[in-house]
């Protein structure tokens, strides 16, 4: 695991927010549900790119090319994410999925791994925008340590090799942390390859 602190600088922060206020008018954020239990999530989610991760009671964890309320395609994903994923992935084909969660004060994400993608040899790349995440990472089983790190705006993490199938998640935000959210919270998004090139 690659940790860039401050990847993106204050305005560059902004530039991306923008980006993410146009695909958040186009494909609004989602409350996802948990397999069989249909339990919400905490977390808000949508998605650029050909492909998106959704989730629902029915039909569970799976990729798709369309947002599951409105049916339509998702937006295209920002170059600036296509420039960041050349430079930081080291992996010769673009990430087709960009999942954006959004974390309100009291949202969190539970321990799991990422293992919805058909190609684990490529790297997930995540990019915090707005108030810390205080993220947790294991190793590939559930038992073992678990090391914290705080994720702050504009921070970059490049998961790969055996990281890339870590446990993984967001234990709390920290409210007030950053100012770059009018509305507080937490945006974080994640680069993906789901097919094999
Ligand atoms: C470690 N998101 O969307 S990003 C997720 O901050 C997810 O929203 C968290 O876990 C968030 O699935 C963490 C950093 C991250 C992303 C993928 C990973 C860490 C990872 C995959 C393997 C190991
Ligand atoms: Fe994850």
């Keep these: 695991m690659e940790h860039f602190p401050a990847k993106f600088d204050a305005p560059a922060?902004?530039?991306l927010l923008g980006e993410l206020r146009r695909i958040i008018a186009e494909a609004p954020l989602f409350v996802p549900t948990m397999p069989r239990s249909g339990k919400e999530m905490s977390v808000r989610m949508?998605?650029?790119g050909p492909l998106g991760w959704v989730t629902d009671k029915e039909?569970?964890?799976?990729y798709?090319?369309?947002h599951p309320v409105t049916g339509k395609p998702w937006p295209n994903m920002p170059r600036v994410l296509l420039d960041l994923w050349n430079e930081v992935a080291r992996y010769p084909a673009p990430p087709e999925a960009c999942l954006v969660n959004y974390y309100a004060a009291s949202a969190k994400m539970g321990l799991h791994q990422d293992k919805d993608e058909a190609d684990f040899s490529a790297p997930v790349v995540s990019v915090?925008?707005?108030?810390t995440g205080i993220f947790r990472v294991g190793?590939?089983?559930r038992k073992g340590p678990i090391r914290a790190l705080e994720l702050k705006s504009g921070d970059v993490v490049v998961l790969d090799g055996e990281d890339r199938l870590a446990y993984h998640g967001i234990d709390r935000i920290l409210p007030g942390s950053s100012d770059l959210l009018a509305e507080g919270g937490r945006f974080n998004l994640t680069l993906r390859r789901v097919t094999k090139p």
């Design 13 to 15: 922060q902004r530039r």
């Design 46 to 48: 949508t998605n650029c």
């Design 59 to 62: 039909r569970g964890y799976r």
């Design 64 to 66: 798709q090319a369309t």
């Design 128 to 131: 915090s925008l707005g108030d």
């Design 139 to 141: 190793g590939t089983t």
